[in-house]
């Protein structure tokens, strides 16, 4: 399994994942492979995440691929009709020939002609979380985007907010394939390392408002706050950098990461060039290519690949020893 953890913002959505790969073996221990993409774009305002077994999600992503190229509507409220009808059906094709699997996508869209509604109650209780001491981060100051919605009267339940889209996130889980929604100032996260909600909710407020629609802050802290949690817990399946998305009006954003840990110490780096998502030790000259999952199918690894060099910086520079 692995981790697909999502977010709506008040300006957009939030997609990570990790990239590992796991290959359970009788006598022996586990295998895992940290290049495989389980997050990407699928359409301009919309992107897809999965967890399970890569077999039946590449089967069923390439088959939903055909079918965009083929179909005359993909709009968001589109896809969100007939998608779950075409993964059930090609689900259960895929399992009478190779046997029942499991597989759970996450999917993150918006609409552009629409301005984004957030629950007036949801601004509220962020507000409280903020103002009244019970967020880990301390801070003197509050968004000016929650005061503005605080300021309208208690009667409107739902509050429009202008120059932004209507976002969109559901969770898609086999065989049924049945549309769990989620709501603006909602989050999800599905697979091994789901429990990494925990440290969402409770760091909800520097997703949400530390720098409310700045996409560098926002996917720092997403990834920082799932990828710490995967680590102090020792989740072994979930593994490597996490790419993160942001899909807003503009399109969907791939948001990497280029750290030195300390300043002046080991260069990190995740990003997107030529349209692959790269991990790379720019200290070591290490690199590892992210591959999607019917290209990694092709290959599959006889021994361990593994980019645990962020971890291991953190460790290293955390450790009793540097300082």
Not at 201 to 210: C, S, V
């Amino acid at each position: 399994m692995s981790v697909v953890a999502g977010c709506s913002l008040f300006d957009g959505v939030l997609l990570a994942a990790d990239c590992r790969a796991t290959f359970k073996r009788i006598g022996c221990p586990d295998i895992h492979s940290d290049n495989v993409l389980k997050v990407f774009a699928l359409l301009p305002h919309t992107a897809i995440g999965f967890v399970g077994d890569i077999d039946v999600a590449s089967f069923l992503l390439r088959s939903l691929l055909v079918h965009i190229k083929n179909r005359k509507h993909v709009d968001p409220i589109s896809l969100s009709n007939w998608l779950p009808r075409l993964f059930r059906y090609e689900f259960s094709r895929f399992n009478a020939k190779y046997g029942e699997r499991t597989v759970i996508f996450m999917i993150a869209s918006v609409l552009k002609d629409r301005p984004n509604i957030v629950q007036r109650k949801a601004v509220a209780e962020l507000v409280n979380y903020i103002g009244f001491g019970k967020s880990p981060i301390q801070r003197t100051w509050m968004p000016s985007i929650l005061i503005e919605i605080l300021k309208i009267p208690p009667q409107y339940e739902w509050i429009q907010i202008p120059g932004t889209c209507r976002n969109i996130l559901y969770v898609l889980a086999s065989p049924i394939f049945e549309i769990r929604p989620y709501h603006p100032l909602q989050f999800a996260a599905i697979g091994s390392g789901q429990s990494c909600i925990e440290e969402i909710a409770r760091y909800n407020d520097a997703i949400f408002a530390l720098d409310p629609g700045n996409s560098f802050v926002e996917s720092f802290q997403f990834r920082d706050i799932i990828q710490g949690f995967i680590t102090e817990r020792g989740i072994e399946s979930v593994g490597g950098v996490y790419p993160v998305l942001k899909v807003t009006g503009r399109g969907v954003e791939n948001l990497g990461i280029s750290t030195q840990i300390p300043v002046g110490g080991t260069k990190i780096e995740l990003v997107f060039e030529a349209g692959r998502w790269i991990q790379r030790n720019a200290t070591m000259g290490k690199e590892i290519p992210l591959l999607m999952p019917w290209e990694f199918l092709q290959k599959p690894p006889m021994q361990n690949l593994r980019f645990d060099d962020l971890s291991e910086a953190l460790d290293l520079f955390k450790s009793p020893k540097q300082k």
